[in-house]
């Protein structure tokens, strides 16, 4: 079983940078491909970023690509989100889930594990 903890959600301008976190326990975790979700008010949550077991694949969403990077610690069951020039339409609380035996899934209904999420807020 793995349980997550999200950290580092915060209040930027446009343009600033925030670094996620997602503390892992369970000694599953280097078999979990993990993933970044994000929820708007008012909208459905969607996929942001996956990473594989190793970390050495990943995939990201068309609307963060070349501005997000997301990498993983095995040895510190972490996952990370790295969000450089963050926009207005980047605010949302933003969740991470452990895919159990698979990797770089990006439907929500894939993951089986989340956490409870961190609030991400860009100003204008």
């Known amino acids: 079983q793995v349980h997550l903890v999200e950290s580092g959600g915060g209040l930027v301008q446009t343009g600033g940078s925030l670094r996620l976190s997602c503390a892992a326990s369970g000694r599953i975790f280097s078999r979990c491909g993990m993933g970044w979700f994000r929820q708007a008010p008012g909208k459905e949550r969607e996929f942001v970023a996956a990473i594989s077991w190793s970390g050495g694949s990943t995939q990201y969403a068309d609307s963060v690509k070349g501005r997000f990077t997301i990498s993983r610690d095995n040895a510190k069951n972490t996952v990370y989100l790295q969000m450089n020039s963050l926009k207005p339409e980047d605010t949302a609380v933003y969740y991470c889930?452990?895919?159990?035996?698979?990797?770089?899934?990006?439907?929500?209904?894939?993951?089986?594990?989340w956490g409870q999420g961190t609030q991400v807020t860009v100003s204008s």
């Open positions: 889930a452990a895919d159990p035996g698979y990797s770089l899934r990006t439907m929500t209904s894939d993951y089986d594990v």
